[in-house]
């Protein structure tokens, strides 16, 4: 595996449900980060994690717990979810250098839709 | 916060026209501004960024020129070719800020159509 990975890549679920979704990263990158994309909000920040410690919440809602193990790995843990939550969640990571690019590679996303 | 506007969201172009994207935002400190392309079923990747020491830059048939008086930078695609049809996304962060994690504002995207 290279680059960016998403699991599942789909997840119907409903209101009542746990799910969680996995990303996992093979670039050797010190930053993660979990993204909402909807037809409302094409790309929007949800969490900012960076040396596995979390640095930014951009004020989401309890229902989205994430979880950083390590470097490699992040999750983001769902319960009793919204209809409104149904959009493609995205992972990406970035390598947090001074001076450096700083790009952030993204994940193929996680198309979830909330019954 | 920062705060970033693209236009337009649709974008029709025939097949060796120019595409021309245009983003404003509102912080002046913000430094660093990508440009990210994504294609159906995939996450959005960078294709090419600047900075505000930078006025211009290129890389083949994409050019990004940055105001910084103004505040806006443009994406610019010459000839293109049905493959560039994806969504577009601007963004706008601010480098070199001791401050954990690259937090990128993006644009609203536009949605290009190349056609044939």
């Known amino acids: 595996e290279t680059g960016v990975t998403q699991t599942p890549r789909h997840l119907v679920m409903g209101m009542t449900n746990k799910k969680s979704l996995k990303c996992e990263q093979h670039?050797?990158?010190?930053?993660m980060y979990w993204y909402k994309q909807s037809a409302k909000k094409p790309l929007e920040l949800m969490f900012v994690?960076?040396?596995?410690?979390?640095?930014e919440n951009n004020s989401v809602p309890s229902r989205f717990s994430p979880e950083c193990p390590n470097s490699s790995h992040l999750f983001l843990h769902l319960h009793t979810l919204q209809p409104e939550d149904s959009a493609l969640y995205l992972c990406?990571?970035?390598?947090?250098?001074?001076?450096?690019?700083?790009?952030?590679?993204f994940g193929p996303g996680t198309r979830l839709t909330v019954l | 916060g920062e705060n970033v506007e693209q236009h337009p969201s649709t974008l029709s172009v025939q097949e060796g026209d120019s595409a021309v994207i245009k983003c404003t935002y509102s912080?002046?400190?913000?430094?660093?501004f990508p440009w990210y392309k994504q294609e159906l079923g995939k996450g959005p990747q960078l294709i090419i960024d600047?900075?505000?020491?930078?006025g211009e830059k290129k890389d083949q048939r994409i050019a990004v020129t940055l105001n910084k008086t103004a505040k806006h930078f443009s994406l610019h695609i010459t000839e293109t070719q049905p493959e560039d049809s994806a969504v577009y996304f601007c963004?706008?962060?601010?480098?070199?800020?001791?401050?954990?994690?690259?937090?990128?504002?993006f644009g609203g995207g536009t949605r290009v159509l190349v056609k044939p």
């Open positions: 994690y960076s040396l596995e410690e979390r640095v």
């Open positions: 600047i900075r505000s020491n930078v």
């Open positions: 963004a706008a962060a601010k480098k070199g800020i001791k401050a954990a994690g690259n937090k990128l504002t």
């Open positions: 990406a990571s970035s390598q947090e250098a001074s001076g450096g690019n700083n790009e952030q590679f």
């Open positions: 912080d002046s400190a913000s430094n660093y």
């Open positions: 670039l050797g990158h010190n930053a």
